[in-house]
């Protein structure tokens, strides 16, 4: 309490000035309706600003949980579809896969051959060879594991090729990145029996254990048929862009250890 005294002591001038203020702002207000709208303004001014800095500083502090929540919705959506209860991935339930959520904390895409390093690993239930996807289609395959973290090698890898098909008509081939822009990808080995028209969606065709069989990943902006070779050459453009990722989902397929212990039984 004495101290309360001795900073109003010292502070004498200011405060008598505070006081004296006040009595003068409430005199004018109750004497003058100019004076009592513009205090009025000015109240619901400083009332108002208060009010939305307040607002501002909870949602900021409210961002990570409301950001939690959205990932778990995205990951309950994700499982559902690898689960085949939506004609999305309704050919794909027999194969059992898992969605483990994971944030991209580390990315390149500037060289020929790039990598991704996601903020879970083993302890996760994270493995080599796990197909990756984020929100518009695949992101890569893990290729190195530690017990917090995974190493992903990227669709913007020269030497990386992924199982790729018609939506239309299920024709597949194979999908390589042409190695500059990182939307722009090449689709080899479609014959040229297939029709092809631009605007053709272009889905993960399920010839593998990474991904489930129709996950969309771009569509056809152009081709060439080569009527020597017998095939098409065709150009695609990803539906969604690799370099500003930052949510992910790694695939555990339950059926991959039986799938490949098959490659492995000779006649």
Known sequence: ?????????????LVLYLVLLGFALIFLSNRSFYHQTQMYRLGMGISGWLHQGSKSLTQYFELERE???????N?????????????????????????????LIQKSYHSPKNVFIADQGSRAGVQKE??????????GIVNQVTPNFASIMSLLDIDLSIN???????????????GKDPQAFELKDI???????IGDTIVTGGMSTYFPKGIPL????AYESDRVQGYHQ?????FGNPTVLNQVYILENFGRSELDSLKNIRP
């Open 164 to 178: 790729a098909a018609f939506q239309k008509n299920g024709a597949f081939g194979s999908l390589y990145w042409t």
């Open 75 to 103: 990951l309950a959506l994700v499982n559902q579809l690898l689960k085949g209860k939506d004609s999305f991935a309704a050919q794909t339930s027999y194969l059992g896969y898992r969605a483990i959520p994971a944030d």
């Open 67 to 73: 950001n939690e929540i959205l990932q778990r919705e």
């Open 218 to 221: 771009g569509q056809v902006t």
């Open 234 to 238: 065709i150009q695609v453009r990803l």
């Open 130 to 139: 796990m197909g990756v996807i984020g929100a518009k289609g695949v992101v």
């Open 191 to 197: 014959s040229i029996i297939n029709p092809v028209r």
């Open 1 to 13: 309490m004495q101290q309360i005294i001795n900073a109003l002591l010292r502070n004498l001038s």
